[in-house]
């Protein structure tokens, strides 16, 4: 299954330290089983996106392994591709950039051909420039967006709406950010999505470097040690007991000073819901927890 990574900071950008590539379970370690493609997607001090990505695991691309030691941001989003829709591409590999702004999905959905008709009709067709069904989701996010004068939020419900309306739908997690703000959906109940709010200075003792760690992930930082933060995962990355689990239908926004807030905009659960055997062999397979 894919994974996802999400990072505010607030208006302090952070070096991407917590991707330690030697750690026994580090980005470059998880992407042996994960083996289709990585990225990072990171904003500069202008706030303009950048996008360090190949179709390699990240263990065999040594291009990622210089970016991953050196970036700073004040949002970051990472994602670890394991290939539903699409080919072993560049322009399949996640993240995405659409307006300025970077996406990641964790999930698979049908109507492909369906999807694509809409998107004509709204004139973004432009913007697809792979096969999955991840950039096509994302498309219909940025159309939708651009019709609400800028309004992600309302861009991010409006197209998951449409799509749990008119679509055979397994699961659409997925995280936007800019380099201000952050928004994470879990929908519907299929995978978990987990969120930390990590603020050191709220800590009983003096907060010691950030050691997290889980089946997928190892990251480190002494950065993040000392500043606030929220993070968002597909599983939690330590024991701290703030980890919460998303729940289904939950969209969070991250704000510039870390304010964070939830919504439930969406059906209880879509309209065609897909299960497991519903899928193609390899888009069952990569599904799977």
């Avoid at 993240?95 to 008709?117: C, I, T, V, Y």
């Avoid at 959906?185 to 969120?195: M, V």
Wanted: with cysteine.
């Amino acid at each position: 299954m894919c994974r996802l990574f999400g990072l505010h900071a607030g208006p302090q950008s952070v070096r991407a330290t917590f991707w330690l590539l030697d750690a026994p379970d580090s980005l470059a370690e998880q992407s042996r089983r994960e083996p289709d493609g990585a990225g990072i997607g990171t904003f500069d001090g202008d706030g303009r996106a950048h996008v360090a990505k190949q179709p390699l695991a990240a263990w065999e691309d040594h291009a990622f392994a210089r970016e991953a030691r050196v970036l700073k941001s004040t949002t970051f989003l990472a994602h670890v591709r394991y290939a539903s829709t699409g080919a072993h591409t560049l322009f399949n590999t996640h993240p995405f950039e659409q307006d300025g702004r970077l996406f990641a999905h964790n999930g698979a959905f049908g109507g492909l051909k369906r999807l694509d008709q809409h998107l004509a009709a709204l004139g973004v067709t432009d913007l697809v420039q792979g096969q999955t069904d991840s950039e096509r989701l994302f498309t219909l996010i940025t159309a939708e967006t651009r019709r609400t004068g800028g309004d992600v939020g309302e861009g991010i419900a409006r197209a998951i709406r449409w799509i749990a309306r008119e679509l055979p739908v397994f699961s659409l997690n997925l995280i936007v950010t800019t380099a201000t703000d952050l928004w994470s959906l879990r929908y519907p109940a299929t995978h978990e999505l987990h969120i930390l709010e990590r603020d050191p200075a709220a800590a009983p003792a003096p907060a010691a470097p950030l050691d997290a760690r889980s089946i997928r992930i190892h990251a480190r930082s002494t950065d993040l040690a000392r500043s606030p933060h929220v993070l968002f995962a597909t599983e939690p990355m330590d024991h701290n007991p703030g980890w919460r689990p998303m729940a289904a239908g939950e969209l969070v926004h991250v704000g510039p000073l870390l304010a964070v807030t939830a919504t439930f905009p969406f059906p209880d659960s879509p309209a065609h819901q897909l299960s497991l055997s519903d899928l193609e062999p390899s888009a069952a397979a990569s599904q799977k927890p």
